[in-house]
């Protein structure tokens, strides 16, 4: 029973202290695909993503899933200073971001039906970075960043 018992604490004690988990690396890969998709239904040249750039936008996401950042773009000028650093030809960047959404399609749907995110999706950008991380609820924030 003891053992039961302490069993039973340890899992309830490490649900209610994980921290935001990185969700799996395909929903990255879907982001891309459906983004690349429609960029190409518009004439556009589809984004190549970068391993270095998804690690900063997977690093908002666990902040924002873990509660260490409001949702939003709260940061986005230290991340901006990091793809300068990244990207030696760097011009200028954007980022979408989005939670609730349990899939890549959903999270693109959102972003093509606001005019500001759509316009990132769209805009004349080489780069993108994608990551996604999953709050306690099982909630999933996505950031995108784009980057010419």
């Known amino acids: 029973m ?8 340890s ?28 960029r190409k239904s518009k004439g556009l040249p589809v984004l190549e993503m970068m391993d ?21 773009h709260g940061g986005f000028k230290e991340r901006e200073s990091k793809m300068k650093k990244l990207i030696k030809t760097y011009h200028s960047s954007a980022e979408n971001v989005a939670y609730g959404a349990t899939n890549a399609k959903e999270a693109l749907a959102i972003w093509k039906n606001s005019s500001g995110h759509r316009k990132n999706i769209l805009g ?25």
């Open 2 to 9: 003891f053992k039961t018992t302490f069993a039973f604490l």
């Open 52 to 72: 270095d750039l998804n690690a900063i936008a997977r690093k908002h996401s666990q902040d924002m899933a873990s509660g260490r950042r409001s949702f939003g």
């Open 11 to 38: 899992i309830i004690f490490l649900f209610a202290f994980t921290p935001a988990v990185q969700v799996n690396e395909d929903l990255a890969e879907d982001v891309l695909k459906y983004t690349n998709q429609f």
């Open 124 to 148: 004349n950008y080489r780069y993108t970075g994608i990551g996604t991380a999953r709050n306690r609820q099982g909630i999933i924030y996505y950031t995108q960043i784009f980057v010419r």
